[in-house]
């Protein structure tokens, strides 16, 4: 580039920073992803060290973020509140490594703290005589904004301290909101037509901001102190940054779990190394590590430059968020007939992953986005859970840009899509006559938990299907070995087994019956449910709605979906040919008193479970009388939690449910 183009590239990044710091510290909505902004910020800085003709003081280089609202009063850090240089590759942390070993020439391994980065809102905490006077804002680093209101509003944040803390002493930390905290937020949200957030730290920043600190108060905000800031002169601190973390935990500040103190720039790769693999286990948001020099005197000696300390940095993992281009939309057809638009883009490396598809949800989800055929999007992607887009880059819009249009007939078979009212997802009446359900039928009839026909692969079922083999669950009662036989790569023995397998799952359940026909939220305990209070096919089939939602874990929604599965014409045909090609199961007999203990009890499992399997449990609650739930509620008798029991637990403990432990289950099916 000539000297025109670069210092032309330079006011342009400036500008796009700056208009990004607003978007992201003042009105928290981001438009475009971190690791957009982390490439252009780095282009700044390079293009700066290349050319110091072109360093500015007012470079956003040179600062933290962007100025506080007018709508708070303003607080002038006594201490800057910087931020930290990043790391993205392995080689860029080495390097920060070897420059503070050569700074330092201490001839000796340097030990440093190891933080998880959270991705929330930094803020800092002025203590005077252990009490909390004031809460700021990071702002521009310089100045923030007053959110002593707020803050003080955050459940876990103490406001008075305990033990010999210093008379005078800020503590700086994350304001974050949990992942599970987060989705029930949202949740509500949604349900109330209220505003939802696009992220944790989007709703972590936008609550720290509301000008009504009893709306910040309904948020489930958490806070984790990192650091001290300025400090009574006659204060005990420890000399070890690991060490004062600490003791603010020892004065009752919330401190992470995850903080562990290494002894050199190894444990350092291993700690990374750990926390990447468990980041998708940790119950809040985070998007790298922070490496610390541990040693005070070290840190001191090592100093600051304009806008970040030397002796620490961020190691950032790969970005969960990115920006791309879709292409088109796809209309997959699931089980159920739901019609989910999947976006075709251009493929793009996300978090370690290279993304092609994402889903758009639904109808609804199109319209909220506004998305347009040629839009940029950034799409998102978290673990296993699958990309998804979450905001339009409205600015890139293209001049020909296309609506995204939702058909009104099933790309697989041409019926009509309908949209029940109150739903958001539409889906094909097609039932068994569209491939695309019927497809996804067979392979959840002949599923393990369902009628467990040993050895019927996806494969072979979506072959018989093509071939029109198969056009519904009876057809399986009907093959031959001789007809399987003559398919490609199928052997005279392997088709013989196969048919062996279909003709042994005649002898089944009634719970495993009902589970295999794939009625609309139907799962295995519903299942289980339906058969325990009907005792027979016969008497839930005739069920009225009223009798149905009378059913523990019944409601509403679910009593209809039974009842109107059991009214359509084809589904009693299908009923009716299967029990006529011989499926049958033993009378469900009523226990007798002396064995049905737990008879009217309602139980839920959760966790994993050490001294049996969750079915082996289910099974034994059952074999007592019990009801064994998929979801808690005020009904739940107790909640019977294993290892790593997650958000059952929680409801429990919300609702004042019963938990029990795996030795509580022993007692409960031997006594």
Not at 133 to 152: F, L
Not at 454 to 483: C, H, I, T
Request: with cysteine.
């Amino acid at each position: 580039m000539t000297d025109t183009d670069v210092s032309q590239r330079v006011e342009r990044l400036r500008t796009l920073i700056t208009r990004y710091n607003q978007e992201y510290y003042e009105l928290d909505e981001p438009s475009v992803p971190d690791a957009e902004y982390d490439r252009l910020f780095r282009e700044l800085q390079e293009l700066e060290r290349q050319h110091p003709e072109l360093q500015s003081e007012y470079s956003p280089t040179q600062k933290v973020g962007s100025r506080p609202v007018s709508a708070f009063s303003q607080v002038r850090h006594e201490m800057p509140m910087l931020s930290l240089d990043n790391a993205f590759e392995q080689s860029e942390f080495e390097a920060f490594a070897s420059r503070v070993e050569e700074r330092l020439d201490s001839g000796s391994e340097i030990a440093y703290c190891c933080e998880p980065k959270l991705d929330g809102a930094a803020v800092s905490l002025l203590y005077e005589n252990g009490q909390l006077v004031q809460g700021a804002t990071r702002g521009d680093g310089q100045t923030g904004e007053a959110i002593t209101a707020n803050v003080r509003t955050i459940r876990n944040l103490p406001l008075q301290l305990h033990g010999n803390f210093p008379e005078r002493m800020e503590v700086r930390g994350e304001v974050f909101m949990p992942l599970q905290a987060f989705a029930e937020f949202n949740e509500k949200a949604l349900a109330r037509g209220e505003k939802t957030f696009a992220n944790p730290r989007n709703a972590a920043a936008g609550s720290l901001r509301q000008l009504d600190s009893r709306i910040t108060a309904q948020r489930p905000l958490h806070f984790y102190a990192y650091s001290m800031g300025v400090v009574s002169a006659d204060a005990e601190l420890a000399d070890s940054h690991y060490e004062r973390l600490q003791q603010l935990a020892d004065w009752g500040l919330p401190v992470s779990a995850e903080v562990k103190q290494v002894e050199s720039s190894a444990g350092c790769l291993m700690y990374y190394a750990d926390i990447l693999e468990r980041r998708h286990d940790l119950r809040y948001e985070i998007d790298g590590i922070v490496l610390k020099v541990d040693a005070i005197k070290q840190q001191q000696d090592l100093g600051f430059v304009s806008r970040a300390p030397r002796w620490a940095i961020a190691w950032k993992f790969p970005a969960q968020e990115e920006m791309t281009v879709i292409h088109g939309v796809d209309f997959q057809v699931g089980r159920t007939g739901a019609i989910t638009p999947v976006a075709r883009l251009e493929p793009v490396a996300v978090a370690g992953v290279t993304v092609s598809n994402a889903t758009l949800h639904n109808a609804d989800e199109i319209a909220r986005l506004d998305i347009k055929l040629g839009d940029t999007v950034i799409i998102r992607r978290a673990g296993d859970v699958i990309p998804q887009v979450v905001n339009v880059v409205t600015e890139r819009r293209p001049d020909d840009a296309q609506a995204i249009e939702f058909p009104s007939c099933c790309p697989v078979c041409g019926s009509n899509i309908e949209r029940a009212e109150g739903e958001a997802v539409a889906r094909c009446t097609g039932g068994l006559i569209c491939g695309a359900q019927r497809k996804e039928a067979l392979k959840h009839f002949a599923s393990r938990k369902a009628m467990d026909i040993d050895g019927l692969g996806d494969k072979l079922l979506e072959l018989l299907v093509e071939r029109e083999w198969l056009k519904s669950p009876a057809d399986l009662y009907r093959l031959k070995a001789r007809e399987l036989a003559m398919l490609p790569r199928m052997g005279e023995k392997s088709a013989e087994n196969i048919v062996a397998a279909i003709t042994a799952s005649k002898e089944t359940t009634l719970p495993k019956f009902l589970y295999a026909l794939g009625i609309r939220e139907v799962g295995e305990a519903t299942a289980a449910n339906l058969a325990s209070h009907f005792g027979s096919l016969e008497a839930l089939q005739e069920a009225s709605q009223d009798q149905l939602e009378e059913v523990d874990d019944v409601g509403k929604v679910v009593a209809s979906h039974i009842y109107q599965f059991f009214r359509e014409a084809h589904n009693q045909d299908v009923v009716r040919e299967l029990l006529e090609l011989g499926i049958h199961w033993p009378a469900i007999e009523k226990l007798a008193a002396s064995e049905a203990t737990l008879a009217g009890n309602t139980y839920v499992l959760t966790g994993t479970l050490t001294q049996m399997t969750r079915d082996e449990a289910k099974q034994a609650l059952q074999a007592r009388g019990a009801k064994v739930s998929g979801s808690v509620s005020k009904k739940t008798t107790a909640v019977i939690a294993g290892e790593n029991a997650g958000s059952k637990l929680s409801k429990a403990e919300q609702l004042g449910v019963p938990v029990l432990s795996e030795d509580d289950l022993q007692a409960l099916i031997t006594s």
